[in-house]
C-alpha cells in the first residue's frame, strides 16, 4: 500500500499531534487495509463485507476464497481492535454493535489522484 494514500485517508488535521501515533496506526497489517479501503468506499459499508475484504487483502487472495473461519476472526478483530482505535483518533465515528462503518472521505480531489 502507498504510504501517502494511507496518510491521505486519515488526514492531515489528524496529524497535528505527534508522529507516534502515525506510526502506532500503520503498524498493524489489517488497520492498514481497512483505512484504505474505507477510503475507497463511497457509501458505508456491513462489517462483514469490511471483515472478508481485509481478510482478503492480508491473505492476498480473491474474496470469493476467504474462508468463514477467516472473516471472522477479522470481523471480531475490526470490532474489538481496529474500529475503536480509528475512532479514538478521530479518523472515523463508529461505536460497537454498529452493523456498517462509514467510509472514510478521501482529501484529494480526482484530478490529484
Known amino acids: 500500500m502507498e504510504l501517502l494514500r494511507f496518510l491521505d485517508a486519515v488526514g492531515t488535521e489528524s496529524l497535528t499531534s505527534t508522529e507516534d501515533w502515525v506510526f ?3 503498524k498493524d497489517e489489517q488497520r492498514r ?11 458505508p459499508t456491513p462489517i462483514s463485507r469490511v471483515a472478508a475484504d481485509v481478510a482478503s487483502r ?4 480473491p474474496v470469493s476464497n476467504v474462508t468463514p473461519s477467516q472473516q471472522e476472526r ?4 475490526l470490532e474489538q481492535e481496529h474500529l475503536p482505535r480509528l475512532g479514538d483518533y478521530g479518523i472515523i465515528s463508529w461505536s460497537y454493535g ?7 472521505p478521501s482529501l484529494l480531489s480526482s484530478d490529484e489522484e
Open 33 to 43: 487495509y481497512l483505512v484504505l479501503y474505507l477510503s475507497e468506499q463511497e457509501t
Open 74 to 77: 477479522v470481523r471480531v478483530r
Open 98 to 104: 454498529e452493523d456498517v462503518v462509514d467510509p472514510i
Open 58 to 61: 492480508c491473505n492476498d487472495t
Open 24 to 26: 502506532e496506526l500503520l
